[in-house]
């Protein structure tokens, strides 16, 4: 129900107003609806909002968390240069080693095939190209 509230007000105003405590009662009870039906409707949308936020802060975590492996994994891999004037080479395979062991540590068996039988591919038809 929606409330006329000038005809509200007016009949507050005019004391000899045809309108009877029920219509009034009615009246007031219908502001009280669409009242709560307001804070109801407020209430959801903050609920949903903080689920979102909590859904974008995890994401957040967990993208920090790949990028900082990845760039750990990215160190190895530039211990493995033999460009004049690099500082500090190390063994390539200690530092592939290393590199595996973080990426491993990020993907399920299933993806780590993928990424080999991926490689394997690529590798395989830059020999046949």
């Known amino acids: 129900m929606t409330v006329d509230t000038q005809k509200l007000r007016n009949a507050l105003a005019d004391s000899d107003s045809d309108w009877h405590l029920s219509e ?3 009246a007031i009870q219908a ?4 009242h709560s039906a307001l804070i109801h409707d407020i209430s959801e949308y903050v609920r949903i909002s903080s689920q979102q936020a909590e859904e974008i802060e995890r994401k957040d975590a ?4 790949l990028r900082e492996a ?4 990215y160190g190895y891999l530039w211990h493995v240069n033999n460009e004049p004037g690099t500082p ?3 063994y390539p395979e200690a530092m ?3 590199a595996r062991k973080v990426l491993r540590d990020l993907l399920t068996t299933g993806q780590r095939g ?3 039988n991926a490689a394997r591919a690529a590798l395989s ?3 046949n190209g």
């Open 70 to 73: 990845v760039q750990r994994a």
């Open 125 to 127: 038809g830059a020999r």
């Open 114 to 116: 993928d990424g080999i």
């Open 62 to 65: 967990e993208v920090a968390r």
């Open 24 to 26: 009034f009662s009615a």
């Open 31 to 34: 502001l009280l609806d669409e």
């Open 96 to 98: 592939a080693y290393e």
């Open 88 to 90: 500090n080479r190390h």
